[in-house]
Each structure stands twice: as structure tokens, then as C-alpha cells.
């Protein structure tokens, strides 16, 4: 632990927060606290406001207009892993709230001097099972490795298996449950929204059978807040249509719905010049809008989230402040330059203050590696 960090941390809270009082009191304590026990606690203001400017700081995030009304579960003295997934299931039920999606994260134990934190597994708390069937892939392809994880744990898939099948979640514990090694829990039914997809215009499209869940829970990356590392930080916000879309449904390693799409439609698929697959990308985009708002689902538009997002940075330049953006994160999956984010330059993403991290090894137990 760098007392440094933990001072510039406090530093930051007691500047944006100026009713906290002065910062040399609570500095003063830190760093005694550190030279005591390797480390420091965060009090609930200090992890709350450390989880929103972690959001601020996500340069691949176009959602970050909305970072003050982050709503924090604080489950710190969580570290048992069946707790874990029982307190990520209350996550499910608390952010959905029947489709009306309030963006929410859940914190559990840090690591420290006296052992880890717990960590989940999964990617995100909802994806959907990949099972390898005679040379082709059953659901998601993203997720075989995944998968086949899941099963050696004794997770047993339904009968019959299916293109949407949830996934287990797949937790270790902190603590002095971290030796037990990683353990599979299943995610109650009632627990996950899911939307059919429909199309206004297309009546056909229905039988295609797809759906999707309505929350994007990222669940597998590290929260850094003044040199404190929370391991298992799980947090989301809602979907943009198009990260659905264009890249879960179309991508040619995910669901690669759009020759079967542009089939449906009767498109010439002969040449890429037909623009088929834009044509079939934009009706898909078209029927996930449709089939979230006839639901009651938050769902974001390319369109209206792009304006939101230059409000946001105009905000954030206003206050003084350096706002990191990955421009080949922000700009949407299609018609970029239709958007406003595609015709500026941005700051670079930086690598400092309270941030949310993806650790190659995180990253692995996401595939289904833990090595």
C-alpha cells in the first residue's frame, strides 16, 4: 500500500465533496492506519465516490453522463462464495427492477494484508452457455471455454441444451475460503430479464427465436480506489441497442445472425457491394429498439447516448478536468459518422486515480482459463 495514493485519493474526495471538511484530518488517520495494518478502510462516502469517479474515469464507457447516480451495494464484509453469488443475484433483482434498469455496483471484500478478496469468474453475471455440437457451436461461441469450466465443476446444462441457456455463476472466495478454489452456483429463473425479439415491420423475424437479457453486469473486473484493490466489483448500467445488435448477435465469432437475417429478407448475398449485412445489421438494430420499448426495457439508442456523451465531456472540460476517451470504444458499431462522438478528438485514457481494471488473469477465468 502507497500511503501517496491513498492520500491523493482522500485528497480528491474531500475536494469534490466540500462538506466533508478538511482533508488533513482524515489523511492524518490514513496514513497512521497504513503504518499500522498495511492498509486503510474506506468509509461508505469514500467507496461511494471512488466507485463514480472509477465510472468517470471508464474511457470505453459513452454512459458516463449519468456517473452521480451510481447506486453503491456496499457487501465488504462479504467474502464466503456462496454469499458472494447470493448478494449477486440480490444485484440482478435490485438493478432490473422489472425493466425500469438503475445502474448499480456491488463491492465485496478487497484484497489485503490478511488474505484476497473473492472473485467472480464470469464476465458478466448474465451470458449464455456455448456447447460444442459436431464441429459447430450451440449458443454462444464466446462462451465454450467458459462453459466447459462450468460443467468440469459439476454444473449440469438443461435438457435439452438451448441457444440462451444462462450460465452458472462461477465464484471464489476471499479470505479463508480462497483455498477451497472456485464453485458454481445457478442463477434463479426469476432472477433474469429477458426480451424476445420481435421487428415492428418484419413478422418473420419472431421465428427466428432470439432474445437477450436486459442487464449488462460487468463482473470480472478489479476497482481500484486509492491504492485499495476490490477484486470482485460487479456494476452495470443499461444496453445500448447496438451493443446487441451489432456486435453480440452479428460478430462472427458470437451469434452471427446476419447472413440468416439477410436471407429472411431477401437480400442478395452474393457480394459485400449489396451492403447486405449493413442492411441486415440496421434491422436488427431496428428490432431489438422495437422489442426493448415494447417491453418496458431502459435501452439505450446510438443517437441520443452519442449527444449524451459530448454533454458529458463538455461538462467535464468545464470543470477542469482531463476526460480519457477510447474513441474505437465510443463511436457505435454502425453508422458512426452519423453520430456526433465520431467528428472530434479526445484525451488519451490514462492509467491513474480510482479506475476499474481488467487483469490478464481475470480476463483468462472469463474464457474458461484460470491460468
Known amino acids: 500500500m502507497d500511503p501517496e495514493v491513498a492520500e491523493e485519493f482522500v485528497r480528491l474526495f474531500h475536494t469534490e465533496n466540500p462538506t466533508a471538511g478538511p482533508a488533513e484530518p482524515r489523511v492524518a488517520a490514513?496514513?497512521?492506519?497504513?503504518?499500522?495494518?498495511?492498509?486503510?478502510?474506506?468509509?461508505?462516502?469514500?467507496?461511494?465516490?471512488?466507485?463514480?469517479?472509477a465510472w468517470r474515469n471508464s474511457a470505453r464507457c459513452i454512459g458516463r453522463l449519468y456517473w452521480r447516480s451510481l447506486h453503491l451495494r456496499d457487501r465488504r464484509h462479504v467474502t464466503a462464495?456462496?454469499?458472494?453469488?447470493?448478494?449477486?443475484?440480490?444485484?440482478?433483482?435490485?438493478?432490473?427492477?422489472?425493466g425500469r434498469i438503475r445502474s448499480t455496483i456491488t463491492i465485496f471484500a478487497p484484497d489485503g494484508p490478511a488474505g484476497p478478496g473473492p472473485r467472480v469468474w464470469n464476465e458478466q453475471l448474465i451470458r449464455y452457455a456455448g456447447y460444442r455440437a459436431?464441429?459447430?457451436?450451440?449458443?454462444?461461441?464466446?462462451?465454450?471455454?467458459?462453459?466447459?469450466?462450468?460443467?468440469s465443476l459439476g454444473w449440469l446444462p438443461p435438457s435439452p441444451m438451448g441457444r440462451f441457456d444462462v450460465l452458472p455463476l462461477v465464484v471464489s472466495g476471499g479470505g479463508e475460503h480462497a483455498a477451497a478454489g472456485p464453485q458454481f452456483f445457478e442463477v434463479p429463473r426469476d432472477a433474469v430479464l429477458e426480451v424476445a425479439l420481435a421487428h415492428a415491420e418484419h413478422p418473420w423475424f419472431a421465428e427466428l427465436?432470439?432474445?437477450?437479457?436486459?442487464?449488462?453486469?460487468?463482473?470480472?473486473?478489479?476497482?481500484?480506489?486509492?491504492?485499495?484493490?476490490?477484486?470482485?466489483?460487479?456494476?452495470?448500467?443499461?444496453?445500448?441497442?447496438?451493443?446487441?445488435?451489432?456486435?453480440?448477435?452479428?460478430?462472427?465469432?458470437?451469434?452471427?445472425?446476419?447472413?440468416?437475417?439477410?436471407?429472411?429478407?431477401?437480400?442478395?448475398?452474393?457480394?459485400?457491394?449489396?451492403?447486405?449485412?449493413?442492411?441486415?445489421?440496421?434491422e436488427l438494430t431496428a428490432a431489438v429498439q422495437h422489442s426493448f420499448d415494447e417491453a418496458g426495457v431502459s435501452l439505450a439508442d446510438h443517437h441520443g447516448e452519442s449527444r449524451r456523451f459530448l454533454r458529458f465531456v463538455e461538462k467535464e472540460e468545464a470543470a477542469g478536468r482531463h476526460c480519457p476517451v477510447d474513441w474505437s470504444w465510443i463511436v457505435p458499431p454502425i453508422s458512426g459518422g452519423l453520430t456526433p462522438v465520431f467528428h472530434r478528438y479526445y484525451d488519451e485514457p490514462t492509467d491513474t486515480g480510482p479506475m476499474f481494471r481488467l487483469d490478464d488473469q481475470a480476463a483468462a477465468r472469463g474464457q474458461g482459463c484460470p491460468h
Do not use: K
Request: proline share 4%.
Open 209 to 282: 427465436g432470439l432474445r437477450w437479457h436486459a442487464l449488462p453486469v460487468i463482473s470480472n473486473m478489479r476497482l481500484d480506489i486509492g491504492g485499495v484493490s476490490y477484486p470482485a466489483a460487479p456494476f452495470n448500467g443499461w444496453y445500448m441497442a447496438t451493443e446487441i445488435s451489432a456486435r453480440n448477435l452479428a460478430d462472427s465469432d458470437r451469434y452471427d445472425m446476419l447472413a440468416e437475417v439477410a436471407e429472411a429478407m431477401g437480400l442478395d448475398t452474393s457480394s459485400d457491394r449489396t451492403l447486405w449485412r449493413d442492411r441486415a445489421a440496421i
Open 134 to 151: 459436431g464441429g459447430r457451436v450451440l449458443g454462444d461461441p464466446r462462451y465454450v471455454g467458459f462453459t466447459d469450466t462450468a460443467r
Open 81 to 98: 462464495p456462496e454469499q458472494v453469488a447470493a448478494e449477486c443475484v440480490g444485484h440482478l433483482r435490485e438493478a432490473t427492477r422489472r
Open 30 to 53: 490514513v496514513r497512521e492506519e497504513i503504518a499500522r495494518t498495511g492498509t486503510y478502510v474506506h468509509t461508505h462516502a469514500e467507496l461511494e465516490f471512488g466507485a463514480r469517479i
